[in-house]
Antibody, heavy 120, light 110 residues
Framework: EVQLVESGGGLVQPGGSLRLSCAAS????????MRWVRQAPGMGLEWVAN????????YYVDSVKGRFTISRDNPKNSLDLQMNSLRAEDTAVYYC?????????????WGQGTLVTVSS | QTVVTQEPSFSVSPGGTVTLTCGLR?????????PSWYLQPPGQAPRTLIY???TRSSGVPDRFSGSILGKKAALTITGAQADDESDYYC??????????FGAGTKLTVL
């Protein structure tokens, strides 16, 4: 069974940093594109970042470019999102998601999410 | 400004059929946009229904189907059930590794 478990969320002050992690199990992690998607309170879903199977390509939504970094550790089956220079508008539940095997869709599996609150 | 458009709300009777759509503010949605559909019950994580226009995710019943209808991607639900009541999101691939979600459709079954 595919499992994606996020961790690392919490309360952080504006301008601060936070590192989210996603522990993957139940599938061959290195075979899949991985993504982060977020959802601000009461709002819709927003794609945040992608990383290719081998980590060689990364893509970001414009609003986080230069502040967030997606990375992965394939031997450890782990996906990370390093978030720097956090702003109030980054407050959201952050979901780890697995792309379909051919990467012909955004996601076929989702974690339960971790809440990030940026506030003073 | 919303690039990807969805109906804000829709209602369907139990047992009925409903088609939700996913369009572009300008232009037509084609299979090249790899349209995908997700449902999100209140307070829960999203679940995948359809990706790559019409591929059902594992375990999704065939009551849910995806297609291109005219200039939009479409999600059709047949035999609507009470627990289909949820928010439904579509997402489109915009090129350059980027994806954009629609604002979601709140589906009511009554």
């Amino acid at each position: 069974e595919v499992q994606l478990v996020e961790s690392g969320g919490g309360l952080v002050q504006p301008g601060g940093s936070l590192r989210l992690s996603c522990a993957a199990s139940g599938f061959t992690f290195s075979d899949y594109y991985m993504r982060w998607v977020r959802q601000a309170p009461g709002m819709g879903l927003e794609w945040v970042a992608n990383i290719k199977e081998d980590g060689s390509a990364k893509y970001y939504v414009d609003s986080v470019k230069g502040r967030f970094t997606i990375s992965r550790d394939n031997p450890k089956n782990s996906l990370d999102l390093q978030m720097n220079s956090l702003r109030a508008e980054d407050t959201a539940v952050y979901y780890c998601a697995r792309a379909p095997i051919l990467a012909d869709g955004l996601a076929d599996s989702w974690g339960q999410g971790t809440l990030v609150t940026v506030s003073s | 400004q919303t690039v990807v458009t969805q109906e804000p709300s829709f209602s369907v009777s139990p047992g009925g059929t409903v088609t939700l759509t996913c369009g572009l503010r300008s232009g037509s949605v084609s299979t090249s946009y790899y349209p995908s559909w997700y449902l999100q019950p209140p307070g829960q994580a999203p679940r995948t229904l359809i990706y790559n226009t019409n591929t059902r995710s594992s375990g999704v019943p065939d009551r849910f189907s995806g297609s291109i209808l005219g200039k939009k991607a479409a999600l059709t639900i047949t035999g609507a059930q009470a627990d289909d009541e949820s928010d439904y999101y579509c997402v489109l691939y915009m090129g350059g590794g980027t994806w954009v979600f629609g604002a979601g459709t709140k589906l009511t079954v009554l």
